[in-house]
T-cell receptor, first 111, second 110 residues
Framework: DGGITQSPKYLFRKEGQNVTLSCEQN?????MYWYRQDPGQGLRLIYYSQIVNDFQKGDIAEGYSVSREKKESFPLTVTSAQKNPTAFYLCASSDWNNEQFFGPGTRLTVL | QKEVEQNSGPLSVPEGAIASLNCTYS??????FFWYRQYSGKSPELIMSIYSNGDKEDGRFTAQLNKASQYVSLLIRDSQPSDSATYLC??????????FGKGTRLSVIA
């Protein structure tokens, strides 16, 4: 099956801890994205990558980091510098026509 | 700052009626327009793409685009309770990330 997978589905973080969210796609898409969604709110872009070994900051990059070493993978690290990380994190990918497809999401909670 | 505006709702329609969801955007250079459906607690699902002025139909869904008025809409015919969700409008200007509206919550009453 072609698609986007995210893991874990639920993640709990202690104060001061870094955590990494996984995103993998087998759609052969060049571009990948990370969004954050807070309850009752819209999507906010954290980082995006249009090609391997290159990525750009989105609107709310502070406290987050990413890497794009492989076309299929775009992991997101939530660092201790992110003071309010509790949210629903969504990964997406797109091809040349900019149709974005989303993974199932990771729900992160700070304990 | 590129913006996409949607009425947050909730928009309530009776079962079997037509639901009309509207979206306006600020960037005149926008080229691609998308509608996503998001059920509570789930990720957004792409339901319609439209790239040129006019109507595009897919089953019970019709997307309408008017670039002169910077307006895109989604019509859902014969609305069902299973259509109850938040609908996100997204707009693209060439090779840049999509700009999403905050969504309109639709409630279809049986």
């Amino acid at each position: 099956d072609g698609g986007i997978t995210q893991s874990p589905k639920y993640l709990f973080r202690k104060e001061g801890q870094n955590v990494t969210l996984s995103c993998e796609q087998n759609l052969n898409h060049d571009a990948m994205y990370w969004y954050r969604q807070d309850p009752g709110q819209g999507l906010r872009l954290i980082y995006y990558s249009q090609i391997v070994n290159d990525f750009q900051k989105g609107d709310i990059a502070e406290g987050y980091s990413v890497s794009r070493e492989k076309k299929e993978s775009f992991p997101l690290t939530v660092t201790s510098a992110q003071k309010n990380p509790t949210a629903f994190y969504l990964c997406a990918s797109s091809d040349w026509n900019n149709e974005q497809f989303f993974g199932p999401g990771t729900r992160l909670t700070v304990l | 700052q590129k913006e996409v505006e949607q009425n947050s709702g909730p928009l309530s329609v009776p079962e079997g009626a037509i639901a009309s969801l509207n979206c306006t955007y600020s960037d005149r250079g926008s080229q691609s327009f998308f509608w996503y459906r998001q059920y509570s607690g789930k990720s957004p699902e792409l339901i319609m793409s439209i790239y040129s002025n006019g109507d595009k139909e897919d089953g019970r869904f019709t997307a309408q685009l008017n670039k002169a008025s910077q307006y895109v809409s989604l019509l859902i015919r014969d609305s069902q309770p299973s259509d109850s969700a938040t609908y996100l409008c997204a707009v693209s200007s060439g090779n840049t990330p999509l700009v999403f509206g905050k969504g309109t919550r639709l409630s279809v009453i049986a």
